[in-house]
T-cell receptor, first 114, second 116 residues
């Protein structure tokens, strides 16, 4: 069974630009979550989607947004990039049953903002 | 709200020695607890989880953890370290059966170094 796939793996942008990251969940998983990982702040929850609806959101500014498609694939977008947005962005998928809370993570998209 | 504290940002052991990574949590409701491992330039891999039932949980690669409610702890152990165990380890918590929807709260991580 294929794991969570994130694209691109690495990207470099400049301040003020925008970026879109993509995530394909494990087949059969309908919940997709996004996390930002930085050396200073650690792992922080961005948002979670299920059935194309955002069910949960972390404490990030409105420049961070996401969406989910009918095939459960998800994208996240960051507009007006700032230097502090440089991070590893991790996507995780899970079964819709929240009884275990277990997440399966992709390898991440490493964003560098210059 | 939930929170996780990992005691020790860096732990160094010799190959063959006991590995002990400490995790304490705070949760107002029964939690589910997890340990994840991250190798350089990779995502997070689940080592083990506690949801309900037996408080001693066994995971992959010889790791185990014990849920101690009275101590609000979920320490990770491995009897004999291997060089391949060198990585960063994260403890995480989520509300059991609630509406947390994908929102794990992670500790700051512990980097494990294994010396030959």
């Amino acid at each position: 069974k294929a794991g969570v796939t994130q694209t691109p793996r690495y990207l470099i942008k400049t301040r003020g630009q925008q970026v879109t990251l993509s995530c394909s969940p494990i087949s059969g998983h309908r919940s997709v979550s996004w996390y930002q990982q930085t050396p200073g702040q650690g792992l922080q929850f961005l948002f979670e989607y299920f059935s194309e609806t955002q069910r949960n959101k972390g404490n990030f500014p409105g420049r961070f947004s996401g969406r989910q498609f009918s095939n459960s694939r998800s994208e996240m977008n960051v507009s007006t990039l700032e230097l502090g947005d440089s991070a590893l962005y991790l996507c995780a998928s899970s079964l819709p049953d929240r009884s275990t809370g277990e997440l399966f993570f992709g390898e991440g998209s490493r964003l560098t903002v210059l | 709200a939930q929170s996780v504290t990992q005691l020790g940002s860096h732990v160094s052991v010799s190959e063959g020695a006991l590995v002990l990574l400490r995790c304490n949590y705070s949760s107002s409701v029964p939690p589910y607890l997890f340990w994840y491992v991250q190798y350089p330039n990779q995502g997070l891999q689940l080592l083990l989880k506690y949801t309900t039932g037996a408080t001693l949980v066994k995971g992959i690669n010889g790791f185990e953890a014990e849920f101690k409610k009275s101590e609000t702890s979920f320490h990770l152990t491995k009897p004999s370290a291997h060089m391949s165990d060198a990585a960063e380890y994260f403890c995480a918590v989520i509300r059991a059966g609630g509406t947390s929807y994908g929102k794990l709260t992670f500790g700051q991580g512990t980097i494990l170094t294994v010396h030959p």
